[in-house]
């Protein structure tokens, strides 16, 4: 089946825990994205990436890395966790470009305390 | 730099009414156009895209959109909703510079049985 994972679905942490959100596709599709979805905001762009070892930094990307060494594969890095990066986080990917239909991941609802 | 304004955050109606969810975008060049959905307790999924041709596009379930250039808008539309579509809808946009995604806060709409 056609999908895009991610892991964990759920995460509750500390201030300045580091943690990594893994995100992966298995349609090889070159072009991934993450998101960050908070009430009154919408989406909002963070990092994506175009294929293997080209990233480019979206709309928020500050206090987040990412990398993309596989193109099956695009974690998302947060060094130094902060409230107020709490939020659901979403993963996508499309075939070619974010001009095709970017297929999303189910969510990671990150809390950080 | 971009942005896209979804005027109305929750439209509530009784089933067989038509919708028109109202979306505009701030970018004076070539731009690409979506609207996303997502059903609650589902991953966002693509409704329609317009990149140009016909500015009156169809997308599945019986939506439909009309581009505007002349108004910057993108305006979704459905002759008659069913409470199937209690969703939350998202327009986006691509400014046809990079592969950025632009969405908009989203609009929460109710079907009332």
């Known amino acids: 089946e056609a999908q895009v994972t991610q892991n964990p679905r759920y995460l509750i942490t500390v201030t300045g825990k580091k943690l990594t959100v893994t995100c992966s596709q298995n349609m090889n599709h070159e072009y991934m994205s993450w998101y960050r979805q908070d009430p009154g905001l919408g989406l909002r762009q963070i990092y994506y990436?175009?294929?293997?070892?080209?990233?480019d930094k979206g709309d928020v990307p500050e206090g987040y890395k990412v990398s993309r060494k596989e193109k099956r594969n695009f974690p998302l890095i947060l060094e130094s966790p902060s409230p107020n990066q709490t939020s659901l986080y979403f993963c996508?990917?499309?075939?070619?470009?974010?001009?095709?239909?970017?297929?999303f991941g189910p969510g990671t609802r990150l809390t950080v305390t | 730099a971009q942005s896209v304004s979804q005027h109305n955050h929750h439209v509530i109606l009784s089933e067989a009414a038509s919708l028109e969810l109202g979306c505009n975008y701030s970018?004076?060049?070539?731009?690409?156009l979506f609207w996303y959905v997502q059903y609650p307790g589902q991953h966002l999924q693509l409704l329609l895209k317009?990149?140009?041709?016909?500015?009156l596009v169809k997308g599945i379930k019986g939506f439909e959109a009309e581009f505007i250039k002349s108004k910057f808008s993108f305006n979704l539309r459905k002759p008659s909703v069913q409470w199937s579509d209690t969703a939350e809808y998202f327009c986006?946009?691509?400014?046809?510079?990079?592969?950025?995604?632009?969405f908009g806060k989203g609009t929460r709409l109710h079907i009332l049985p």
């Open positions: 970018y004076g060049g070539t731009v690409n």
């Open positions: 317009y990149f140009s041709g016909d500015p």
């Open positions: 996508a990917s499309s075939y070619g470009t974010a001009l095709r239909e970017q297929y």
């Open positions: 986006a946009v691509n400014a046809g510079r990079d592969d950025k995604i632009i």
């Open positions: 990436s175009m294929n293997v070892e080209v990233t």
